[in-house]
């Protein structure tokens, strides 16, 4: 999946990286690899806090202009804009700004190209597998939960973690 939200980053990074000079050329590569880390690494906190619904939601909505207020997006976003400033030596306002104009597109395809069936690139299945760190993920039932039926896949696991915090 890493390899595949890599070759999608450097796709759309031309303004926000590649032609950025806020970011020396001889770093756009590890640049473009770390975004792409970031964006997988975001998604797995989200699915280990107990957020999996979120991340289905996200998949599940084909992206659009509301992709950028998405909080799972915006997380990312954040978590993007504070690695380039703190690897790449990019001021803060800078960072947001790239992170800001890179991320809603780059996720946008990702939803796209997932919910496509003539792009094998990005399945769900795989994606919510790889994010939750669980092969055996019952998919199925966690989108018919998502989109209004089903099961509850994660056997009481997401309300017992939103117990935890005081959700009930």
């Not at 190209?113 to 094998?120: E, H, I, L, R, Y």
Request: charged letters at 10%; zero cysteines.
């Amino acid at each position: 999946m890493l390899d595949q939200l890599i070759k999608l980053v450097e796709q759309n990074a031309g303004a926000a990286i590649i032609k950025n000079p806020a970011i020396p050329d001889q770093h756009n590569e590890a640049a473009i690899k770390d975004v792409a880390s970031q964006i997988v690494n975001g998604l797995k906190s989200h699915a280990t806090s107990g957020n999996l619904q979120q991340i289905v939601t996200l998949f599940k909505s084909g992206g659009g202009n509301a992709i950028a207020n998405n909080p799972v997006v915006s997380s990312i976003i954040t978590s993007v804009a504070g690695n380039l400033a703190s690897k790449f030596g990019v001021s803060p306002q800078a960072a947001q700004s790239m992170a800001s104009s890179l991320l809603p597109t780059v996720m946008n395809q990702l939803v796209s190209n997932t919910n496509n069936p003539a792009d094998s690139s990005f399945d769900l299945g795989g994606i919510l597998k790889t994010v939750s760190g669980n092969s055996s993920l019952d998919v199925g039932s966690l989108i018919g939960q998502v989109t209004g039926g089903g099961s509850n896949p994660l056997g009481g696991l997401g309300g017992m973690i939103g117990g935890l915090f005081g959700k009930k």
